[in-house]
């Protein structure tokens, strides 16, 4: 949005982080500068753990709130801010980002939560039994011709799958 009120679409490419304070920023240091932040990202709780403390006092939490109590207070603070704003934007269970706040999202209702997390859970069944399947088809593949299964073995495993919801 503009001065004047106007809406724009941007493509992704368009944009660029820009970390007030950080004006001297020099391309060679990324590398190092994702390292520590794909390291404060590693503890997937994080997100499960500010919605809760949010949760029954305040209906939004900006980035920087985020990084804040997950955390804690830090040398060079773009890199909590940057991992709480992945953290936070890759996010589908706990929070949604606020359209009309750059740096807000939303706490979603419990109920909610709930949902989306059996909704996952659901998913990701899905994805590890195909994976097993396919898996599977690998090593038959591997297999001398007279040890390989029947066609028969398939077509019951297949109907075995869609049976079960697969």
Do not use: C, Y
Not at 2 to 26: I, K
Not at 67 to 85: K, N, R, S, T
């Amino acid at each position: 949005m503009d001065q004047n009120g106007n809406t724009f679409s941007v493509r992704p490419q368009q944009l660029t982080f820009v970390e007030v304070g950080e004006e001297d920023f020099n391309a060679a240091d990324l590398p190092s500068f994702l390292s520590s932040v794909e390291s404060l990202m590693a503890d997937s709780s994080l997100l499960e753990m500010v919605w809760e403390m949010f949760l029954p006092e305040q209906p939004t939490v900006t980035t920087l709130e985020f990084a804040e109590i997950a955390f804690g207070e830090a040398e060079d603070p773009l890199i909590p801010h940057f991992a709480a704003h992945r953290l936070l934007t890759a996010d589908r269970i706990f929070f949604k980002r606020v359209r009309s706040m750059a740096h807000s999202f939303e706490l979603r209702p419990p109920t909610q939560v709930e949902q989306l997390r059996k909704q996952a859970a659901a998913e990701a069944a899905v994805r590890a039994e195909q994976e097993e399947f396919v898996t599977s088809i690998r090593e038959a593949l591997r297999l001398p011709p007279g040890q390989k299964p029947t066609p028969e073995v398939w077509r019951e495993r297949i109907e075995q799958g869609e049976a079960g919801g697969g």
